[in-house]
Protein backbone atom coordinates (compact mmCIF):
# COMPACT_ATOMS: atom_id res chain seq x y z
CA UNK A 1 0.00 0.00 0.00
CA UNK A 2 0.85 3.49 -0.53
CA UNK A 3 2.12 5.94 2.25
CA UNK A 4 -1.55 6.86 3.48
CA UNK A 5 -2.82 3.47 3.97
CA UNK A 6 -5.95 3.73 1.94
CA UNK A 7 -8.13 0.80 1.77
CA UNK A 8 -8.48 -1.44 -1.07
CA UNK A 9 -10.16 0.42 -3.90
CA UNK A 10 -13.67 -1.55 -3.97
CA UNK A 11 -13.80 -0.91 0.09
CA UNK A 12 -13.38 3.12 -0.53
CA UNK A 13 -15.61 3.12 -3.28
CA UNK A 14 -18.29 1.32 -0.95
CA UNK A 15 -17.53 3.94 1.73
CA UNK A 16 -17.77 6.87 -0.46
CA UNK A 17 -20.98 6.23 -1.99
CA UNK A 18 -22.26 6.24 1.38
CA UNK A 19 -21.13 9.86 2.26
CA UNK A 20 -23.59 12.79 1.20
CA UNK A 21 -21.82 15.22 -0.51
CA UNK A 22 -23.05 18.78 0.10
CA UNK A 23 -22.00 21.52 -2.06
CA UNK A 24 -21.88 25.27 -0.99
CA UNK A 25 -21.79 24.06 2.69
CA UNK A 26 -20.62 25.95 4.98
CA UNK A 27 -20.51 28.46 3.18
CA UNK A 28 -19.97 29.11 -1.23
CA UNK A 29 -17.16 27.86 -2.74
CA UNK A 30 -17.34 24.03 -0.44
CA UNK A 31 -17.71 20.60 -0.79
CA UNK A 32 -18.73 19.21 2.60
CA UNK A 33 -18.40 15.20 3.05
CA UNK A 34 -21.46 14.63 5.27
CA UNK A 35 -20.25 11.10 7.04
CA UNK A 36 -23.48 11.37 9.33
CA UNK A 37 -24.73 9.45 5.93
CA UNK A 38 -22.09 6.63 6.60
CA UNK A 39 -22.28 6.23 9.80
CA UNK A 40 -26.15 5.80 10.31
CA UNK A 41 -25.45 2.23 8.39
CA UNK A 42 -24.74 -0.33 10.91
CA UNK A 43 -22.12 -2.51 8.54
CA UNK A 44 -20.38 0.37 7.18
CA UNK A 45 -19.85 2.06 10.94
CA UNK A 46 -18.39 -1.58 11.76
CA UNK A 47 -15.96 -1.63 8.94
CA UNK A 48 -14.48 1.90 9.93
CA UNK A 49 -14.05 0.68 13.02
CA UNK A 50 -12.06 -2.49 12.14
CA UNK A 51 -10.20 -0.83 9.56
CA UNK A 52 -8.81 1.80 11.59
CA UNK A 53 -8.06 -0.84 14.35
CA UNK A 54 -6.25 -3.69 12.49
CA UNK A 55 -3.11 -1.70 12.28
CA UNK A 56 -2.71 -1.03 15.70
CA UNK A 57 -3.73 -4.51 17.25
CA UNK A 58 -0.66 -5.47 18.64
CA UNK A 59 0.93 -2.18 18.93
CA UNK A 60 0.31 -1.83 22.66
CA UNK A 61 -1.87 0.97 22.19
CA UNK A 62 -1.86 2.45 25.81
CA UNK A 63 -4.03 5.80 25.41
CA UNK A 64 -6.83 6.56 21.66
CA UNK A 65 -6.48 10.67 22.13
CA UNK A 66 -9.63 11.88 19.78
CA UNK A 67 -10.40 15.83 18.93
CA UNK A 68 -13.29 17.22 19.71
CA UNK A 69 -15.88 16.63 18.46
CA UNK A 70 -16.19 14.00 15.65
CA UNK A 71 -12.91 12.28 16.45
CA UNK A 72 -14.83 11.42 19.02
CA UNK A 73 -17.05 9.18 17.32
CA UNK A 74 -14.60 7.07 16.37
CA UNK A 75 -11.85 7.60 19.43
CA UNK A 76 -13.69 5.63 22.32
CA UNK A 77 -15.14 2.93 20.53
CA UNK A 78 -11.38 2.53 19.10
CA UNK A 79 -9.82 2.68 22.68
CA UNK A 80 -12.67 -0.25 23.26
CA UNK A 81 -11.10 -2.41 20.52
CA UNK A 82 -7.51 -1.73 21.39
CA UNK A 83 -8.04 -2.44 25.30
CA UNK A 84 -6.72 1.20 25.58
CA UNK A 85 -7.48 4.44 27.50
CA UNK A 86 -9.37 7.27 25.66
CA UNK A 87 -8.32 10.64 25.91
CA UNK A 88 -10.29 13.71 24.89
CA UNK A 89 -9.00 16.93 23.16
CA UNK A 90 -11.01 19.66 24.02
CA UNK A 91 -11.97 23.31 23.38
CA UNK A 92 -10.52 25.40 26.16
CA UNK A 93 -12.65 25.51 28.85
CA UNK A 94 -14.34 22.43 28.43
CA UNK A 95 -11.72 20.29 30.58
CA UNK A 96 -12.72 20.35 34.54
CA UNK A 97 -8.88 20.16 35.63
CA UNK A 98 -5.36 21.51 34.99
CA UNK A 99 -4.67 21.80 30.99
CA UNK A 100 -2.31 22.29 28.59
CA UNK A 101 -3.55 24.13 25.81
CA UNK A 102 -2.24 24.23 21.97
CA UNK A 103 -3.49 27.21 19.38
CA UNK A 104 -3.12 26.76 16.07
CA UNK A 105 -4.01 28.95 12.97
CA UNK A 106 -7.03 28.60 10.67
CA UNK A 107 -8.24 30.14 7.42
CA UNK A 108 -9.26 33.27 8.99
CA UNK A 109 -7.77 33.14 12.24
CA UNK A 110 -6.75 30.89 15.38
CA UNK A 111 -7.85 28.33 17.53
CA UNK A 112 -7.23 26.50 20.63
CA UNK A 113 -7.34 23.25 22.13
CA UNK A 114 -6.60 21.90 25.17
CA UNK A 115 -5.44 17.91 27.60
CA UNK A 116 -5.98 17.29 30.81
CA UNK A 117 -2.05 17.48 31.95
CA UNK A 118 -2.49 13.85 33.55
CA UNK A 119 -4.13 12.42 30.65
CA UNK A 120 -1.31 10.60 29.46
CA UNK A 121 1.74 9.37 31.83
CA UNK A 122 5.63 9.64 29.80
CA UNK A 123 5.94 7.11 27.48
CA UNK A 124 2.77 5.91 26.72
CA UNK A 125 1.91 4.37 23.60
CA UNK A 126 -0.50 6.71 21.92
CA UNK A 127 -2.89 7.13 18.54
CA UNK A 128 -4.35 10.35 17.92
CA UNK A 129 -7.56 9.49 15.73
CA UNK A 130 -9.75 12.66 14.02
CA UNK A 131 -12.43 11.91 11.14
CA UNK A 132 -11.12 14.30 8.71
CA UNK A 133 -7.40 15.13 7.84
CA UNK A 134 -7.65 18.82 5.89
CA UNK A 135 -4.88 21.81 6.32
CA UNK A 136 -3.38 19.51 9.16
CA UNK A 137 -3.42 21.97 11.65
CA UNK A 138 -5.73 20.35 14.37
CA UNK A 139 -3.90 17.43 14.01
CA UNK A 140 -0.21 19.26 14.40
CA UNK A 141 -1.86 20.88 17.88
CA UNK A 142 -2.85 17.26 19.10
CA UNK A 143 0.14 16.33 18.85
CA UNK A 144 2.27 19.17 20.25
CA UNK A 145 -0.55 18.42 23.31
CA UNK A 146 0.47 14.61 23.29
CA UNK A 147 4.67 15.41 23.21
CA UNK A 148 4.03 17.98 25.74
CA UNK A 149 2.68 15.35 27.58
CA UNK A 150 5.17 12.74 27.26
CA UNK A 151 3.04 10.75 24.93
CA UNK A 152 5.16 8.53 22.23
CA UNK A 153 2.92 8.80 19.48
CA UNK A 154 2.49 5.20 17.21
CA UNK A 155 0.15 6.99 14.52
CA UNK A 156 -2.17 9.37 13.54
CA UNK A 157 -5.37 7.68 11.56
CA UNK A 158 -8.33 9.35 9.88
CA UNK A 159 -11.24 8.19 8.42
CA UNK A 160 -11.43 11.22 5.47
CA UNK A 161 -8.51 12.83 3.90
CA UNK A 162 -8.56 15.12 1.62
CA UNK A 163 -5.22 15.15 -0.46
CA UNK A 164 -5.06 18.60 -1.91
CA UNK A 165 -5.02 20.30 1.91
CA UNK A 166 -1.95 19.05 1.72
CA UNK A 167 -2.30 18.40 5.43
CA UNK A 168 0.44 15.50 6.10
CA UNK A 169 2.95 18.38 5.27
CA UNK A 170 2.26 19.88 8.47
CA UNK A 171 2.55 16.13 10.33
CA UNK A 172 6.12 14.82 8.27
CA UNK A 173 7.34 12.24 10.40
CA UNK A 174 4.17 10.60 12.08
CA UNK A 175 2.73 7.35 10.70
CA UNK A 176 -0.41 8.78 9.13
CA UNK A 177 -3.42 6.37 8.09
CA UNK A 178 -6.34 7.75 5.71
CA UNK A 179 -9.12 5.52 5.03
CA UNK A 180 -10.58 6.98 2.33
CA UNK A 181 -9.09 10.18 0.47
CA UNK A 182 -10.70 12.59 -2.25
Given amino acids: MNPAHPLPSEKQLALKSAIREIPDFPKKGILFYDITTLLKDP ?6 LGELAAPYKEAGIRKVVAIEARGFIFGAPLAHHLRAGFVPIRKPGKLPSDVYESTYSLEYGNSTIAVHRDAIARGERVLLVDDLLATGGTMAAAVDLVKRLGGEIFGLAFLVELTDLKGRD ?10 IQY
Fill in 170 to 179: KLKGYDIRSL
Fill in 43 to 48: MSFSVI
